[in-house]
Each structure stands twice: as structure tokens, then as C-alpha cells.
């Protein structure tokens, strides 16, 4: 497809498991942002990537939380030993340079 | 952590109506953003802005980026039943990494035919 895909659309786990989040951009997009959204709030940015590297991560909870991008393309955001705060909306967006302009429809997590 | 506060909280208003909302934010941003987003989908790109006094339209929508660089206000001109959403806000920080933006709570807009 043309815009930014991620899967799965929804994920239902326990707590304690561990879940990975895959980002797919708009081909030739240099970089990628993760953003989370709890319901009825705003989005709270997690990591950037710039091609493969991240120059912030500032945005990450926890240790729990890592994310890699491969290729300068297809990102995974990974949460080890989930917790129900985790329950979210998880966004990823790609651009090709600059604001975050082409976000995807996002993974919901639920935590139970 | 920082905030922006964004106001109203939701609206609901006659089709034809004219819209505006706003943000406000304790320190100085750089840039600021407006987004639309719909259920189930993922925000949408409204306006960008980019330096202190500046007003950008995009079709019926215009935004501006306050003088003091700590707020932004965002009109809807002559609503229409497709404009139904939340609108939020985004600000980046002096300094900060782009993609580090710092969003408001939305403004829930429902609109009457």
C-alpha cells in the first residue's frame, strides 16, 4: 500500500508477556517515529529513527520498551514483560525528513 | 513534564458555523502543528508552522503561531459534517529532536448538519 502500515491492528496479551509492534513506512522515508496514545489524551513520543539509528530515545518509558529499524525501513517496537499501564494505542509515522507527517492507523494493546 | 493546554475541550457546533480553537504552552516552541485525527485512524497533518507571527491557510482551515512563540490558535471556517474529529495540537521545543513534540489533549469537534 501507499501510506504507513502496522500490525497487527490489534494485540491482546497478558501481563508478564513479552509483544513486538512492526512499523511498515512509505518506501524511501528516512525516518520514523513511535508516539502512544492512551485513551482520550494526546500522543506521547517514545524513540525517532533517522534511517537505522535513533538520535532520541528519550521518550521511552522503560527499559522494557527497545525498537530497531532495519534496512531504513520496516521498524519493530518491542514491549518486554508487559504491564497493564502498557494498554495503549501504539502510532508509528514516517516522513521524508522533518515533522512527523504520514502516521499509520496504530496497533491497540490491551494488557490484561 | 511540559504541557500545552488546549482548549475547548470539545465542541458542538451547526453546520456552517465558523470554528477556532488554541493552544498555549509555559515555554517557547519552535515549531507548531496541527493534526485531525478520526476514529480508528492515525492523526492527519494539518498545518505546520514554523516561525513566530506566521499564518498558513489550508483550504477552510488557517492557523497561526502566537508572537510569544507560547501559543497557536487554529479556525475552521464555514463547517461542514466531514470536519468531525479531534484536533490536536503539537509544539517542539528549542533544542528539542524533531519528532520529540510535545501534543495537547485535543479538541473534540462535532458538527450538526
Known amino acids: 500500500g501507499a501510506g504507513v502500515s502496522q500490525s497487527p491492528s490489534n494485540k491482546v496479551t497478558e501481563k508478564g508477556k513479552d509483544v513486538e509492534l512492526r512499523c511498515d513506512p512509505i518506501?524511501?522515508?528516512?525516518?520514523l517515529y513511535w508516539y502512544r496514545q492512551s485513551l482520550g489524551q494526546g500522543l506521547e513520543f517514545l524513540i525517532y529513527?533517522?534511517?537505522?539509528?535513533?538520535?532520541?530515545k528519550s521518550g521511552l518509558p522503560s527499559d522494557r520498551f527497545s525498537a530497531e529499524r532495519t534496512g531504513g525501513s520496516v521498524s519493530t517496537l518491542t514491549i518486554q514483560r508487559t504491564q497493564q499501564e502498557d494498554s495503549a494505542v501504539y502510532l508509528c509515522?514516517?516522513?521524508?525528513?522533518?515533522?512527523?507527517?504520514?502516521f499509520g492507523a496504530g496497533t491497540r494493546l490491551s494488557v490484561l | 513534564g511540559q504541557q500545552l493546554n488546549q482548549s475547548p475541550q470539545s465542541m458542538f457546533i451547526q453546520e456552517g458555523e465558523d470554528v477556532s480553537m488554541n493552544c498555549t504552552s509555559s515555554?517557547?516552541?519552535?515549531?507548531w502543528l496541527w493534526y485531525k485525527q478520526e476514529p480508528g485512524e492515525g492523526p492527519v497533518l494539518l498545518i505546520a508552522?514554523?516561525?513566530?507571527?506566521e499564518l498558513t491557510s489550508n483550504g477552510r482551515l488557517t492557523a497561526q503561531f502566537g508572537i510569544t512563540r507560547k501559543d497557536s490558535f487554529l479556525n475552521i471556517s464555514a463547517s461542514i459534517p466531514s470536519d468531525v474529529g479531534i484536533y490536536f495540537c503539537?509544539?517542539?521545543?528549542?533544542?528539542?529532536?524533531?519528532?520529540?513534540?510535545?501534543f495537547g489533549k485535543g479538541t473534540k469537534l462535532s458538527v450538526k448538519p
Open positions: 503539537a509544539g517542539l521545543n528549542y533544542g528539542g529532536s524533531q519528532g520529540n513534540l510535545i
Open positions: 509515522a514516517s516522513s521524508p525528513g522533518g515533522d512527523p507527517k504520514y
Open positions: 518506501s524511501g522515508h528516512t525516518a
Open positions: 529513527f533517522q534511517g537505522n539509528s535513533a538520535p532520541d
Open positions: 508552522l514554523y516561525k513566530a507571527g
Open positions: 515555554s517557547i516552541f519552535n515549531t
